[in-house]
């Protein structure tokens, strides 16, 4: 019998890579896409499998209740893997209230509708009914020098992404534990890779070094991520969707802790290489700016229980990953133009609303 998966957020970075992995490695899958394409979703991302037989895409604002309801009457799906999110701290700390409405209503909606036909209607699906929620490790706030996150440390969000996400973490668990439903989260640390709109720290500066732009470090530039490389974040939510036990959490992270200021020295130097510029040319571009309010200074991911429980580890080195990204965005100077230049929403106008 064929699993039908509605996945929420497909056209936006990380899930435009869980899409593909699904859809190519899973051909009896049926793979709903939902997105709202904002600013962030883009659907040249999926040019390569939108033509696949067990693929659908269906532009869906999930703060549009009814529309969500719709969805699952008509698609019913089996499973859930919702990436769909407002993701930028510094939009977060702008426009509050976008996320509030996404992360928090829009998950809600989705809870709600997965509710209503799992629960409420009796499901006797044949298949593993599922509600996998995606989330980030910034729920669990900062850290100092020492110390990592993992599943038991305390919420403690500081941005408005992070308090929104944690709240939709919640409200995951409360459906869980007050309905029944079957759910299961992943945190995750920061990712990179081919893909990611160009507001993040390592695409955006990727395409100011091209340009030889400023790079804006944020405060003294000390701040640590623990970086993941987003086809590494696919498997583990491969793994976790096929194997993770309902009800749990599961910590993902790159064990791969980073400077700002030397991952930025690093990726100069990288791209210094491969655009045959002088050793220390780009690193002239570094700029000191004013640092973001209430940042977080460290986050780091004890990944042990993922690790232990599923044997999932990330398997792309930094050096590797990073080379690899790089190479992708100065390989696809028309994608990094089309999403700078909001060109990119007219593909969606031309493939889908004719
Ligand atoms: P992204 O911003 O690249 O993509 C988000 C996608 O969601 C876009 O395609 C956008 O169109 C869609 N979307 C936004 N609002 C919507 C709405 N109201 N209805 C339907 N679709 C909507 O984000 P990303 O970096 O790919 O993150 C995906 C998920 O992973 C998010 O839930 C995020 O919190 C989580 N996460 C991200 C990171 C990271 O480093 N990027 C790390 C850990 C967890
Ligand atoms: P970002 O990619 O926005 O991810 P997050 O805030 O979710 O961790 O930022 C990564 C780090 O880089 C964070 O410490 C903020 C910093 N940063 C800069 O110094 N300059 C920038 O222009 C950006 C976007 C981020």
């Known amino acids: 019998m064929s699993v039908k998966i509605l996945i929420t957020g497909g056209c936006g970075f990380i899930g435009s890579h869980v899409v593909r992995q699904f859809v190519m490695k899973y ?12 600013y962030a979703g883009n659907p040249e991302n999926l040019r390569d499998i939108e033509h696949y037989p067990n693929y659908v895409f269906r532009q869906t604002n999930i703060v549009d209740e009814k529309a969500v309801e719709e969805l699952f009457q008509s698609f019913r799906p089996d499973a859930v893997i919702h990436l769909a999110a407002e993701s930028h701290v510094d939009r977060s700390i702008l426009s509050p209230l976008d996320f509030v409405y996404t992360n928090v209503i829009g998950t809600v909606n989705l809870l709600n509708a997965a509710k209503r036909i799992w629960i409420d209607e009796k499901n006797n699906s044949a298949s593993r009914l599922l509600f996998y929620h995606i989330s980030t490790d910034e729920v669990y706030g900062a850290l100092g020098e020492t110390g990592y996150f993992t599943e038991d440390t305390k919420y403690d969000p500081h941005s408005p992404y992070s308090a929104s996400k944690a709240a939709s973490d919640h409200f995951v668990r409360a459906y869980h534990d007050t309905y029944g439903l079957p759910v299961v989260i992943s945190n995750c640390s920061n990712n ?36 993941l490389y987003v086809k590494d974040h696919a498997e583990a939510i491969d793994l976790i969707f096929h194997r993770g036990k309902t009800g749990e959490t599961y910590n993902i992270g790159g064990h791969n802790e980073w400077k700002n200021i030397d991952l930025v020295k690093l990726l100069c130097r990288l ?6 510029r002088p050793k220390g040319e780009s690193e002239k571009l570094i700029t000191f700016v004013k640092d973001r309010p209430g940042h977080d200074r460290r986050y780091a991911i004890d990944a042990s229980k993922i690790q ?4 999932w580890k990330p398997s792309v080195t930094f050096e590797e990953g990073l080379s690899l990204t790089i190479d992708w965005y100065l390989e696809n100077t028309e994608w990094l133009q089309h999403v700078t230049s ?11 609303e004719q």
């Open 27 to 38: 051909p009896d899958y049926q793979i709903l896409n939902a997105d709202a394409l904002t």
């Open 192 to 227: 990179y890779g081919p893909n990611q709109f160009p507001e993040k720290l390592i695409p955006l500066f990727i395409h100011n070094i091209i340009h030889k732009k400023p790079l804006p470090v944020y405060g003294d530039g000390l701040y640590t991520r623990d970086w």
């Open 271 to 276: 791209m210094d290489q491969k655009l045959g």
């Open 308 to 311: 232990r429980e599923l044997g």
């Open 342 to 352: 909001g060109e990119y929403m007219k593909y969606y106008q031309k493939q889908y």
